[in-house]
C-alpha cells in the first residue's frame, strides 16, 4: 500500500485527488513517474486546507456562502471544495481548500488536530506511513471490493495481491481496540494466550479520556471481541478487539 486516494469527478476543469497529508510526497513523486504519453501536470495544494465533519457541514457551507460540492467537488475564486467521504463510511466529510478555507474558518469552531485523530482512528480510517506502509497489503486494511480494481492492468505487488484475492487470505486485518481510561495505547504490542498477536498503530483517547480507541493489525486467529493484553510501558493493559465498521 503506497497510499489512499480520493478520485474527484465530475468537474470540467480536471480530476482532483486527495490523499493524506502523510502520503502527499508519495502520491505526487508516482504520479509525475508513471505519467506516460500524457500531457499532464500534477500540482499539489499549497493554500490552506480544512476539513469539515457532522450533521452540521451544509449549515456551515451555507454561513460562509459556500456552494455544496454535493457527491463530486467544485471549484471556483473561491477555492476548492470537495466530499470526500470515510474510508469506512460514517459522517459526512467536506475537504476545502484555498480560500474556502479560510471562509469556512471564520463561521465555524476550530477544534485541534487532536480532535480530528480520535474522529479517524474510532471511524477505522487508517493513515499512510503509520497505519500502513509498502510493506502493508490491501486486504489488510479492506475495503478491498470498492477500492482495489483488479482488472487494470498492472500495479505495484500484482503477483502477490491477486493471489490473495483468488484463494488464500492475509495473515492479519485492521481493526479497532479499545480499553478503559486515557492509555497510550500506540506503538503497544498485543498478546493473547502468551502470544505476541498484533501491535497498535495509533491511538486516543475519547469521552474525556473515559475511553481509548487505537488501531492495529491483528492475527486473523484473533476473534471480534477477544480481549487482548497491551504491554504499554511497564504495565499490561485489556483491550477489547472490534472490527470495523462494527462499532
Not at 480536471?14 to 490523499?19: A, Y
Not at 509498502?134 to 493471489?163: M, N, W
Not at 493489525?217 to 511497564?234: L, M, N
Amino acid at each position: 500500500m503506497r497510499a489512499f486516494l480520493w478520485i474527484l469527478g465530475g468537474n470540467s476543469d480536471g480530476v482532483g485527488l486527495v490523499t493524506q497529508r502523510t502520503t502527499e510526497t508519495t502520491v505526487v513523486e508516482d504520479l509525475t513517474r508513471f505519467r506516460f504519453r500524457v500531457d499532464a501536470e500534477i500540482v499539489p495544494e499549497t493554500g490552506r486546507v480544512a476539513t469539515l465533519i457532522g450533521p452540521g457541514v451544509a449549515d456551515v457551507l451555507g454561513a460562509a456562502g459556500l456552494e455544496h460540492p454535493g457527491t463530486g467537488w467544485v471549484t471556483s475564486d473561491a477555492g476548492t471544495i470537495a466530499s470526500v467521504p470515510f474510508v469506512n463510511g460514517g459522517p459526512e466529510r467536506i475537504v476545502l481548500a484555498g480560500a474556502a478555507a479560510d471562509a469556512a474558518a471564520a463561521v465555524a469552531p476550530i477544534v485541534d488536530g487532536a480532535a480530528y485523530e480520535a474522529a479517524r482512528i474510532a471511524l477505522g480510517e487508517p493513515v499512510g506511513n503509520r497505519d500502513f506502509d509498502e510493506s502493508t497489503i490491501s486486504h489488510e486494511l479492506g475495503p478491498v471490493d470498492s477500492a482495489v480494481d483488479f482488472t487494470k492492468g498492472c500495479y505495484l505487488g500484482q503477483e502477490l495481491v491477486a493471489r490473495i484475492d483468488s484463494r488464500g487470505r492475509v495473515n492479519q486485518t485492521l481493526r479497532l481496540v479499545k480499553a478503559e481510561g486515557d492509555v497510550p495505547l500506540a506503538g503497544a504490542v498485543l498478546h493473547s494466550n502468551d502470544r505476541e498477536v498484533g501491535t497498535v498503530t495509533s491511538a486516543a483517547a475519547l469521552y474525556r479520556g473515559k475511553l481509548t480507541v487505537g488501531l492495529a493489525r491483528i492475527r486473523h486467529e484473533v476473534e471480534d471481541g477477544s480481549t487482548v493484553v497491551a504491554q504499554v510501558k511497564d504495565e499490561l493493559v485489556e483491550a477489547t478487539v472490534e472490527a470495523i465498521g462494527q462499532q
